[in-house]
């Protein structure tokens, strides 16, 4: 059990094939198959504290300060108690040790939920209840309509005739178009009936468990016979049991072992940017404070040798330091602590508090809160804000995370007329929006109440009875494989295979042409209130190549006719001479319809002579059943009958993107981001919405469609690419694989260029030609990524993050994204339809694409510009303080004594500075949201790393060393030969180190007002009231009744008002702040006047305009494109095949008995 309870995992050798039996435990029990149990949480009850120290300890400053802790245990070496280190760095590890518990624990709980599902389980001859964990390999489970598949199984029997199964896998590919799945004959025989079910001892062999989602091999021997087993055979878990009442099926993965947790991937332990370079930066502190010390111990061992040998009586040397060298050891390691506050253990704390208050504020963002679903925005981690600012690569998914996965009907174009747009009184067209009347369907009882269309002249042609228009509606309603479902009186639902083939059929149904039944014989429709029969004679399918698909029907007057629906170049080939008229004007309507960014299909029949369709149908039988070259001679048939077709016209479906999708990609393009869609669906889907998202364009120089057979030709195309973009001569072009991993530097092309490869051919570009694709790629605006499998997801981000050293982000809903979600930088799982899958994965999560922009133009930028500012100004205010302690140790025998009050040093970081710098950190802002929207290029400097790096860095330490230059000699040469008004010194120790820091508080506090550029009242009583309350302690500290009290505790006795009195002490303190202060105007003065960067230039024109930026409108954008959708059905062969057959037919669908039938 995960993190409070044992983890149960087993190691066990890697399988090679898995054997299994049907309803014997005892038998698969040998093998030590894993249970269903899953398990994404990385931490258990044993391993959590070991695990997390590990993880925190890998950052440098922790082992940094540990190795501090020691030193300090050290009597003769220690100069500041042991618990000044201990009890802050106990802190910062318990409180990240809480947040990870915390984290982890949410992570358990999830898979809690999971485990602890129920499902029916057939157990010594009955049919137990049994939670989802408990379920073991080789187990019969029976599940039922809409259940989630518990484990990967083979299917034994259905509800179904022939076996069938229909399954919706929108949690593994993000489709939730159907699929359907058939048992074999030998098991779905079995049917219901429990006791063959428990008797079945079949033994399966099959592929060890992988994550290959489209692909299984294997066999079952039963009853001494063989039969080959793939992948239409098995259920996979995560899919959802659709229009199937039961089903039996057999364990054959579980747990861990499922090919959807094949494609989880592993939990990674994600560090920034600044994090990786804030160990690297204490190293070089380390390295600085080595050298410091050296100095100063080599210094003590001279000063003690030639000086303080000779004045033992008045400084007596320990009874163990036998010399001046061993003094000067002892030293080195004393101002190793003293001088340990370049790096405090506060600049940590500090940091998780900045990180956990961005956190916040993303949650408590009203504008990415989603009111439909009530879902706010969340930051699921609090680690990674400031690297939302960063991002240079966004990999999203398509289905649901850009689009709704929702198509509706949205215009047409029928016999030379567009119907679709709404126009005013005086003929203009006007825009569609909520408030638009819809088309009242009220005179047809059986309409769908969702379905809304705005023109109301195409029912008006309905109702009159235009010829043209009934048949266009005819043929939607005849012309598919959708399957229809009365699951209550007169509540007729529709099952299709593709959404597109949905919305059609459910267009022609509002419209007065009601697909109502079908039988393997005839399709049943309702015509205007009229039922009419028609027999249904053969069904010419749909697939990739021929990308259309027609039926061929008996009308009720015996007449024979073929409908014809699909890619328009596709169906225009195939028209009469006496349509060319009609197709011109059709085909400026689907330009039209393309510049909206609608998929489209031309519609077109033609009427067959009954002589000619007999000889037909004969040859049409010998080639189904031929043996040889039967898909040839089909699709001779095929082309011989889909010819001189008459166009109707076309219909124009909208694959409903997420609001503001298009301009949203559009800001983050402008942001120098570079958005990659990694996406299940085909490449025809992929491309339709690369086009509707803008992401593709018809300005573009060319889209290279990579189709290589093999990996040589995969090489080929991609180099032929690089070519055309470079400019350069392809056989120059010559890229070979690098040994050791290398950084690709960014290359800029002259124009913009489009990549779309699918997943076939991707597996090869990342096995032999990794460097070529991505360098390719990198080249391209847009690159589209098709049919890829969730592994492949990961994979393309790793490589970028390999060799691009870009950071990443990933977006995506389903389970099929949860890979990607966790090799990105940063994973942001959208609320979708889909379940909670990626969400559960994800670093933040909401509800809208759109609010992505939101996250990294406003938050993202917002918190790197923050973290910048205040990691500068923390290493400026310790560098300053700690370097004072090294200027003071040439006067003081380099004792290793400290220059301030040891209450002062307590105090600086904790109190004194760490509430200005948080005001800072948690307010400030460069310019505001809207602004930040309004100007996407503000977004590059974090990019580019430019806000914070090893060079602002250096500079703060030149900043800081200056400094601690005039806070130690300015006051010490005021001091030098002082004296007070009253004649008394003032040039003592205390009093010194009174003034000096004074100064330094002075100096860091004007400097944080300079840094800060967006002022509240809270920065105000910060920065303010820190000055106060420091004097307010000091007077306190320093008064007579402390001391009298605590006399070994407080010994600086009225320092402060014998000091703090005297005018020539206040110049000193004003003259050392001004010092420090001036410089620093000066610089960003000349450099924003005589080299002004293109931000420094775009924030100028920012503050010079009065008015806000307009807040932003979710408007559609228009494009205009010659380019029209080729088609829009399903990945795979239609199911014609099972519908003329019957195989898919119930009782239920055969039966339906209208009251007025026409035949």
Request: contains cysteine.
């Amino acid at each position: 059990m995960p993190l409070f309870g044992i983890d149960c995992t087993r190691s066990k050798p890697q399988e090679e094939e898995r054997s299994l039996k049907a309803n014997d435990r005892n038998h698969n029990m040998k093998f030590h198959y894993v249970n269903n149990r899953i398990k994404t949480s990385k931490y258990n009850i044993f391993s959590f504290l070991p695990i997390n120290l590990f993880e925190q300890f890998q950052r440098i400053a922790n082992a940094y300060f540990l190795f501090l802790l020691v030193l300090q245990l050290i009597p003769q070496v220690s100069s500041l108690s042991w618990y000044t280190t201990v009890v802050p760095l106990m802190l910062v590890l318990m409180i990240t040790a809480v947040k990870d518990a915390i984290d982890d624990y949410n992570r358990y709980k999830s898979d809690n939920q999971v485990n602890n599902r129920e499902v029916m389980i057939l157990m010594n001859g009955e049919l137990q209840r049994e939670k989802w964990m408990h379920v073991e390999v080789g187990d019969i489970i029976r599940m039922e309509n809409n259940q989630f598949v518990t484990a990967d199984l083979l299917l034994l029997s259905s509800s179904e005739p022939y076996g069938l199964t229909y399954i919706e896998t929108a949690e593994l590919d993000g489709e939730t178009n159907l699929k359907v799945k058939q048992a074999l004959t030998v098991t779905s025989d079995m049917g219901d009936h429990t006791q063959d079910l428990a008797s079945f001892d079949g033994e399966v062999r099959c592929e060890a468990p992988n994550n290959r989602l489209d692909k299984f091999k294997g066999t079952l021997t039963y009853k001494g016979n063989k039969y080959p087993l793939d992948n239409e055979k098995i259920l996979l878990r995560g899919c959802t049991l659709r229009n199937t009442e039961w089903c039996y099926g057999l364990v054959i993965f579980a747990g861990q072992d499922t090919k959807l947790m094949q494609n989880s991937g592993l939990s990674a332990f994600k560090r920034t940017n600044i994090d990786r370079l804030m160990n690297i930066l204490v190293l070089w502190i380390f390295g600085f404070l080595i050298m410091m010390c050296t100095v100063l111990a080599i210094g003590n061992s001279i000063w003690e040798s030639q000086k303080g040998y000779y004045f033992q009586v008045y400084l007596p040397w320990d009874s163990d330091m036998p010399n001046a060298s061993f003094s000067g050891f002892l030293m080195f390691w004393s101002y190793v602590i003293i001088l340990n506050t370049v790096v405090p253990i506060s600049l940590y704390v500090s940091i998780e508090v900045i990180r956990l208050g961005s956190s916040f504020y993303i949650g408590w963002d009203s504008k990415m809160y989603y009111p439909k679903k009530d879902t706010p925005a969340l930051a699921r981690t609090t680690t990674l804000t400031e690297e939302l600012g960063q991002i240079q690569y966004i990999f999203s998914d398509k289905t649901g995370t850009l689009t709704q996965n929702i198509m509706v009907f949205n215009k047409c174009t029928v016999n030379g007329k567009m119907y679709g747009n709404v126009y005013d009184l005086t003929g203009q067209r006007i825009d569609i929006t909520a408030k638009t009347e819809t088309v009242d369907f009220s005179f047809n009882p059986m309409a769908d109440p969702k379905f809304m269309f705005y023109d109301h002249s195409l029912l008006e042609a309905v109702k009159i009875g235009d010829p043209e228009v009934h048949e266009f509606f005819r043929l939607l309603s005849l012309c598919h494989t959708v399957m229809p479902e009365e699951k209550q009186k007169g509540a007729l639902m529709y099952q299709a295979q593709s959404p597109d083939e949905g919305a059609l059929v459910t267009a022609a149904r509002n419209f007065g042409f009601v697909f109502l039944s079908r039988t393997p014989e005839t399709i049943t429709l309702v015509e205007m209130g009229k039922t009419v029969v028609y027999q249904l004679l053969s069904i010419l399918d749909f697939d990739n190549v021929r990308k259309r698909m027609s039926v061929i029907v008996r009308h009720p007057d015996e007449k024979l006719y073929l409908y014809c629906k699909g890619a328009d170049t596709i169906v225009f080939e195939r028209l009469n001479s006496a349509s060319q008229h009609l197709r011109d004007i059709t085909t400026t309507h689907l330009d039209e319809f393309a510049g909206d960014g609608l998929r489209t299909l031309a519609l077109a029949y033609k009427e067959l002579n009954e002589i000619y369709f007999t000889n037909w149908q004969q040859r049409y039988q010998e080639a189904s059943t031929a043996l040889e070259n039967r898909e040839e001679q089909l699709s001779e048939l095929y082309e011989e009958i889909e010819k001189d077709l008459t166009l109707l016209g076309a219909t124009a479906v909208e694959d409903k993107l997420q609001d503001g999708v298009p301009q949203t990609i559009a800001t983050l393009s402008k942001a120098n981001i570079k958005i990659w869609v990694l996406t299940g669906d085909k490449q025809e889907t992929a491309v339709n919405i690369g086009y509707a998202c803008n992401m593709l364009n018809e300005d573009m120089k060319n889209i290279f469609i990579i189709e290589g057979n093999n990996s040589e030709e995969v090489r080929v195309e991609l180099r032929k690419a690089s070519a055309i973009m470079k400019k350069e001569d392809q056989a120059e072009i010559s890229i070979k694989q690098p040994k050791k991993p290398v950084v690709i530097p960014e290359e800029n092309v002259d124009g913009e260029y489009g990549l779309v490869i699918n997943g076939d051919l991707l597996a090869y570009a990342l096995e032999d030609m990794e460097i070529e694709f991505l360098k390719t790629a990198c080249l391209c605006k847009t690159v589209i990524c098709c049919r890829v499998t969730p592994l492949q997801k990961a994979q393309v981000i790793e490589l970028v993050k390999k060799y691009k050293k870009a950071i990443t982000l990933a977006i995506g809903d389903g389970a099929n994204d949860v890979s990607m979600i966790k090799a990105a930088h940063i994973g942001v799982g959208i609320s979708g339809e889909e379940g909670t899958q990626a969400v559960l994965s994800s670093d933040f999560s909401f509800a809208q694409f759109r609010y992505l922009q939101r996250l990294l133009l406003v938050h993202g930028r917002w918190s790197y510009f923050r973290m910048c500012r205040f990691l500068s100004y923390f290493f400026y205010k310790n560098f300053a303080f700690t370097f004072v302690h090294f200027w003071y140790g040439f006067f003081c025998g380099f004792s290793a004594q400290t220059v301030y009050d040891e209450w002062f040093i307590t105090l600086y970081n904790l109190v004194y500075t760490s509430l200005p710098v948080l005001a800072m950190s948690l307010f400030d802002q460069d310019v505001n949201d809207r602004w930040s929207m309004a100007y996407p290029q503000l977004y590059e400097p974090g990019q580019f790393n430019l806000y914070f790096n090893k060079l602002v860095f250096v500079k703060c330490i030149i900043h800081g060393v200056y400094s601690s230059l005039v806070l130690f000699f300015i006051p010490y040469g005021s001091l030098f030969e002082a004296v007070r008004d009253d004649g008394e010194t003032v040039s003592d120790y205390q009093s010194f180190a009174l003034i000096a820091q004074t100064c330094l508080l002075v100096a860091v506090t004007l400097q944080i007002a300079l840094d800060t550029s967006f002022w509240t009242a809270i920065n105000h009583f910060f920065i303010w009231g820190s000055l106060a309350v420091y004097f307010a302690i000091t007077f306190t500290m320093y008064s007579n009744g402390m001391y009298l009290m605590f006399p070994t505790s407080f010994p600086f006795i009225g320092t402060a008002r014998n000091a703090l009195n005297q005018p020539h002490v206040w110049l000193t303190i004003f003259l050392s702040a001004v010092m420090c202060v001036l410089p620093v105007v000066i610089v960003r003065y000349l450099s924003s006047e005589l080299r002004p960067t293109s931000i420094d230039k775009l924030q100028h024109k920012i503050r010079k305009i009065k008015t806000l930026p307009p807040k932003q409108m979710v408007a559609r954008l228009k494009r205009p494109s010659a380019r029209r959708s080729a088609y829009a059905f399903a990945h795979q062969r239609g199911f014609g095949a099972l519908i003329t057959s019957g195989k898919n037919m119930r009782m239920g669908n055969i039966n339906l008995k209208p009251s007025k039938t026409v035949t």
